[in-house]
Structure formats: structure tokens, C-alpha cells
């Protein structure tokens, strides 16, 4: 004792000791854990109740442990049925067409492999493919006043009546209604109108990769060039359709067009005079009518803005159509599979007009539609739903007329595509049986993705944290975002460094922070 005493080192061991205490050795997400719990037990007297985002909507689920779930079942379980039955009194449905489901368990989701060829160089377009059906079809372009009618608007879509709307169905040499319909001369002109450079520029596209982003309703995502090879760079097409409203937003968020009107790889296409006041609509026109706007094209790649083109689209086209002998790819939805759910869903999360929706539904009822039996081994489809975010196409006859169909529903009734989707094809099919059309629906994961999961900034460790806190007596809801995420994650840089905390007055974190959206959409993949 009496030397350690005598000792001079002694003081600035304890100084060394002092520093090794507040040294930084916990990483970050340590640190991050150790403040969601204190934070839990600092709200703990107060009565708050902690809320998962797995009750906003079952978008997040795959990214939360087993163990994290098992701690706020409890809560989770009795705030969801509350808001369910909130949403069902008001919605007001629950006629005899609909009945709400009893609540299941909710299935989680992850992206899965697929088997991608690994080059392009030794890709060979097959020519003995099936033997597509052959027949012409030609356009309607313009539509003239009725005799007899004093006012007449000119429509995008045109006016087809019910008698040309069921002759169009038939699979032979037709003339029909496929959108970009134009009125008498003196009449306004119905809309999606380009600039004659870029419009010469698209009638040269064979292969095509197109997406769009119209009311500045997302931001952009570039196609990852280190996955696009050399050979897709100089012969594919990859074309962003855009609105003046979204350039001028682009060029605030970096994204400055060049001298050849590119970003990355997208080539910028301004649509001028949208034929629709629903933006949603507006974009059924370029994912649908492709081989309308792309008249030499032989194939065409569909991508929502949500979504970011990871793998090379000739890879993509070998596998969902060379591989399989199919003229038209899309994935099926990732939860449900039938209509009458998807019509429940659109109409408890209110997604369209509950009256247009029911009328729509109603009317494909009273021409046939039936609900989907998965245990029916004939069944025409393996899901009467898509996830219509991906769409691979050759464009052939049917391939073509089966696209007009299907835009010329959401012409006519809601911009919901996929209530519309089913209804078209068993139509085509039942007018159509001995005139095969080769449709690749999967339940595979497609290489394109909202972020790449392989970003820095962990998306587990995000959504493990991502956690709101219900305070019922204030009627605020308090939401953790990671918002110096969001740029990071897309351009898969940076980690995360700092989090935000922001109080609303709704349960929606889509309302209260709009980037959480694409959270949601990077955590599916596509399926």
C-alpha cells in the first residue's frame, strides 16, 4: 500500500482508464440499440406504447426479428384491429359482393436469386419459338364529331362504344382503340405529345428499357451501369418519360440532362399536354402502350419509378422470355391472388373511389369474372393479381393487343391496373381458344430494385429501429426516420449518421415523411 502510495504513475493510469471508459468502442449500431432503450424506459412512466410499423400497411415486416416482434405483439395486435375497424366504418363497404377477410399472419418477403445468364456476348435471340399467333393490327387514330351531337370532347383513349370494346377482344386483322386519339382539326389536342427530335429518336428503338415519373411524384433512379454491359449500352433504349414540372425538379436534385438530353443512362423524353388530370392514369400510358410510342421495337422492359434497374436487360429478356417461350412476362403479387381481395384492399386503404371501384368490379362480375381457386389444377392462371411494377414484353400481335385491352380498362374505368388485369386476360383467352397467347406470370424476384440491398448503410439495422410511438391521449404519433439515409441509400455511399424524430397528427408515416415510401418498396424487391 505504502508504495503505491509513493507512486507518481498512478494518476495517469486512472487517466488512461478514464479514456478507455468514453472511448468510442460500442459501434454504431450498439450506440443507436443502447438509445432505443433508454429511450423506451425514459417513456415507460408515461403510459406511451410502442407501435411497430408493421401495422402501417405489413410493408416492413421482413426486416424486424423474430425476438423484436415477440416484445410489441401485444400492442401491435390491438392497435391494428383498432384501426381496422376505424377504416371499415368509414370506408363503408361490406356488402354481399365483400366480405373482410378474418386477420391472418403476416407472410414475410425477401428477395431471392434468380438464374441470369452471366454474359451477353453468347446470347442467341431463338428462332424456333413458338409459333406466336399472326394477325394485323391497325389503330384508331382519329375519331369525328357525331351527327347530331352538340358537345363532343376529345378523349385520349377515344370514345369505343360497348359493341367495338367486345369486337376488339378478337384475336384477327382489326382496326381498334389504343389511346393517342386525336379530334376533328379544330379541336384541342388529346395529349402525351413529344418533341419531333426525341420522337425520331424513339422510332429507332428495338429494345427498349422505359420508366416515368410525372407531378414530380418520385425522384430518379439511374440504372446501375456496372451491371449493364457494353453491348445494352450502345443497343438498348432507356428512356425516362418525364412532365416539365419533374425536369425542373431534376435539375434541383443534380440530375442535369446533357448535351444528348441524358441522365446516366436514362435518355430524358418530356411528355407535353398529359391526356389526364390522375397522374397514376397518365403513367398507364408509356407502361402499357409501349409499342405505340416505340413503333420499330421488338421488345420492351417496363420498370416503375420506385423501382432501379440492377441487372442487364438482355439478361432479363433471355430469361423471362427467350428461356421460357413466352411473348409477355410479369410477376404475380407478392400476398394476394385473387380480385375480390385486391378490391378489398384498394378499397380499405382507400386507394380510388369506392363507387367507381364497385362499379368496375360489378361489371367484370356480371361478364364472367370468378374468384381465384389456387386448389383448381386447370386454372388459367397461378394469380388473378400482378405486381405490375416489372413487365417484360415481346412485342408481337398478342402481346400488343392484349396491352391495348388492358389500357383501354383503365381508360374506361379506375387507374387501379391490377383489378383490371385478370378480367382482360381470361376475356382474351375464353374469345380466343384456339389462339394461344404465351403469358410468363412468376413469383420470382426480378433484378430490379428500389435500392441496392447491398448498400453500406445496413437496411436491417434501419428497420430494426424503425419503430412509432402511439401517445393517444395527445393524439400525436411520433415516427423515427433515418433521414440522412434516404440519399445514401440511393446512391449506396455513405452510412447512416443520423436519425430524426417527427411528431404528426396522423398514423401514416407515408403522410409525414414521403421518402418512407421508398423504405417500403426497397424492402420487397419485386416479386
Known amino acids: 500500500m505504502g508504495v503505491h502510495k509513493l507512486l507518481p504513475t498512478v494518476v495517469p493510469r486512472r487517466g488512461r482508464r478514464l479514456g478507455r471508459i468514453f472511448r468510442p468502442a460500442l459501434s454504431f449500431r450498439s450506440w443507436l440499440l443502447l438509445l432505443a432503450l433508454l429511450c423506451l424506459f425514459s417513456f415507460a412512466p408515461f403510459g406511451l406504447k410502442f407501435v411497430s410499423l408493421v401495422g402501417h400497411g405489413g410493408s416492413m415486416e421482413s426486416g424486424i426479428s423474430s425476438s423484436q416482434q ?19 366504418q368509414q370506408s363503408g363497404y361490406g356488402g354481399d359482393a365483400i366480405k373482410a377477410p378474418g386477420r391472418k399472419h403476416r407472410r414475410q418477403h425477401f428477395p431471392c436469386e434468380i438464374g441470369l445468364s452471366e454474359k451477353v456476348d453468347y446470347l442467341i435471340e431463338p428462332k424456333d419459338l413458338r409459333n406466336f399467333t399472326q394477325f394485323s393490327l391497325e389503330y384508331v387514330t382519329m375519331e369525328e364529331k357525331p351527327l347530331g351531337v352538340n358537345s363532343f370532347e376529345s378523349k385520349f383513349g377515344g370514345h369505343p362504344t360497348l359493341e367495338e370494346r367486345e369486337k376488339s377482344f378478337h384475336a384477327l386483322n382489326q382496326t381498334l382503340h389504343c389511346g393517342f386519339v386525336k379530334g376533328n382539326p379544330g379541336f384541342s389536342n388529346t395529349g402525351f405529345d413529344f418533341d419531333e427530335k426525341d420522337r425520331a429518336y424513339m422510332s429507332t428503338c428495338q429494345v427498349v428499357v422505359s420508366s416515368c415519373i410525372f407531378g414530380n411524384s418520385d425522384f430518379l433512379r439511374r440504372p446501375t451501369s456496372k451491371k449493364i454491359s457494353e453491348y445494352s449500352k450502345k443497343n438498348v433504349c432507356f428512356v425516362m418519360f418525364v412532365d416539365e414540372q419533374t425536369l425542373s425538379k431534376l435539375a434541383l436534385d443534380g440530375h442535369v440532362l446533357d448535351d444528348r438530353g441524358l441522365v446516366g443512362l436514362w435518355k430524358v423524353v418530356i411528355a407535353r399536354n398529359l391526356p389526364y388530370k390522375d397522374m397514376r392514369r397518365t403513367g398507364k400510358v408509356p407502361k402499357f402502350l409501349s409499342h405505340r410510342i416505340f413503333p420499330s421495337s421488338r421488345y420492351s422492359i417496363w420498370l416503375d419509378s420506385k423501382m432501379r434497374l440492377n441487372a442487364d436487360p438482355m439478361l432479363i429478356i433471355e ?3 427467350w428461356r421460357t417461350r413466352s411473348e409477355y412476362a410479369i410477376s404475380n403479387h407478392y400476398d394476394r391472388h385473387c380480385v375480390w381481395e385486391e378490391v378489398l384492399q384498394n378499397k380499405r386503404l382507400n386507394k380510388y373511389n369506392q363507387t367507381a371501384i364497385d362499379e368496375q ?20 392462371l397461378p394469380s388473378y393479381v400482378p405486381e ?44 380466343n381458344p384456339n389462339q394461344p397467347f404465351y403469358l410468363n406470370i412468376t413469383g420470382k424476384a426480378i433484378p430490379a430494385s428500389g435500392i441496392p440491398i447491398t448498400s453500406t448503410c445496413s437496411l436491417i439495422i434501419f428497420l430494426k429501429l424503425l419503430l412509432a410511438w402511439d401517445i393517444h391521449k395527445q393524439g400525436l404519433y411520433v415516427y423515427v426516420i433515418a433521414s440522412s439515409c ?42
Not at 415477440?70 to 371499415?88: A, C, D, P, S, Y
Not at 446512391?491 to 409525414?512: A, F, G, H, M, Y
Request: with cysteine.
Open 70 to 88: 415477440l416484445h410489441i405483439t401485444g400492442n401491435v395486435e390491438r392497435f391494428n384491429k383498432e384501426v381496422e375497424q376505424q377504416q371499415l
Open 486 to 527: 434516404f440519399k445514401n441509400l440511393i446512391d449506396d455511399q455513405l452510412p447512416c449518421t443520423s436519425w430524426k424524430i417527427v411528431i404528426s397528427t396522423t398514423r401514416t408515416c407515408r403522410e409525414t415523411e414521403g421518402s418512407f415510401e421508398m423504405y417500403k418498396h426497397a424492402n420487397h424487391g419485386l416479386y
Open 388 to 431: 405490375g411494377s416489372f413487365i417484360v414484353r415481346a412485342h408481337t400481335p398478342m402481346s400488343n393487343l392484349f396491352s391495348c385491352l388492358w389500357f383501354n380498362e383503365v381508360d374506361r374505368f379506375t387507374s387501379r391496373d391490377q383489378l383490371s388485369f385478370a378480367y382482360t386476360y381470361l376475356k382474351l383467352r375464353r374469345t
Open 319 to 321: 430469361y423471362f422470355l
Open 361 to 380: 368490379f360489378n361489371f367484370y362480375q356480371s361478364d364472367g369474372l370468378r374468384k381465384f381457386d389456387p386448389s383448381d389444377p386447370n386454372t388459367p
